[in-house]
């Protein structure tokens, strides 16, 4: 059997769920640890199936104790020495490696941060993580102008990513770059500005033909990747919340541009698919 960890905020929760479909694909026996929301209780707690009705199988109590006990120091250095055991630990969030696909049994813990784990799968992936209706006026209304215009999202991430170590915090050049960018392949298009800092981005982000949202709060967060992926074209930032949004959004003719440096330890991983445009 085959348990995947869960934690972090919905972006995170997604693609950890998503790297669970793919091996129930491969007609493995998996099962899910939500313990870390137990004791972490950042962002909105577990959302996916308050959001996306999504059946919680968790493993039991006891095998999952077993198999964290096996993350020590002797198999740590066994996996380095090329052995398979039984915990295995996804060394940076978004790289794509292909040895945590062939394991039949034991503890994953990553955030599986590329579409490459789920490649195969991702019809299925868009059809699971499907909204629920938008009923409130505020939201209906944007929804309404988000459909009839050249819509592009985009996506800052501040806040909390100010003073991390790994986390780049992607600077005003880029989102300037990349709406530049836009104006030359899109005729008329109309910028729709979603952040944990908006009024950074009122003062920062000032372009022509834009609105930016901030009253999604709370355990109405989501509503804003939801509005994201209605938008035509995406700017995002180095955030798995809005690489979400752009990703469900895709169409043919969908332009997504991502920030270059994602993490600083990790520069060129797996998450940015090649299709999409990098900038910075």
Not at 73 to 81: C, D, G, H, I, T
Not at 192 to 217: G, L, P, T
Not at 249 to 275: F, H, M, Q, Y
Request: net charge neutral; proline share 2%.
């Amino acid at each position: 059997m085959i348990t995947v960890s869960f934690a972090g905020g919905l972006g995170n929760q997604m693609f950890q769920y998503a790297f669970y479909m793919a091996q129930k694909h491969r007609k493995k026996d998996v099962k899910m640890d939500l313990s870390f929301y137990s004791t972490n209780h950042d962002h909105n707690g577990f959302e996916l199936d308050k959001i996306f009705n999504i059946l919680i199988d968790e493993a039991e109590e006891e095998l999952k104790k077993k198999l964290k006990n096996e993350d020590n120091y002797f198999n740590r250095l066994k996996r380095k020495l090329g052995f398979k055991y039984r915990y295995y630990y996804q060394k940076s969030a978004i790289k794509f490696y292909e040895d945590a696909m062939i394991y039949d049994d034991g503890y994953m813990c990553g955030y599986w941060q590329s579409e490459k784990y789920f490649d195969m799968i991702k019809n299925e992936v868009k059809n699971i993580y499907n909204f629920p209706d938008i009923i409130d006026e505020r939201n209906k209304s944007m929804e309404s102008i988000i459909r009839r215009t050249n819509s592009v999202s985009v996506h800052v991430r501040r806040g909390d990513y100010i003073g991390l170590d790994d986390f780049n915090v992607i600077p005003e050049l880029y989102y300037l770059d990349a709406v530049n960018y836009i104006k030359g392949k899109v005729t008329d298009p109309y910028f729709f500005v979603f952040s944990n800092d908006i009024e950074w981005c009122k003062r920062n982000i000032v372009v022509n033909n834009a609105m930016f949202i901030d009253y999604n709060k709370g355990k109405e967060s989501f509503r804003d990747m939801q509005l994201m992926s209605l938008c035509k074209h995406h700017i995002i930032a180095n955030s798995s919340f809005s690489w979400w949004g752009a990703w469900l959004g895709e169409k043919d003719n969908t332009i997504t541009i991502a920030p270059n440096i994602w993490l600083k330890s990790c520069i060129n991983g797996d998450i940015v698919p090649e299709r999409w445009v990098r900038l910075g």
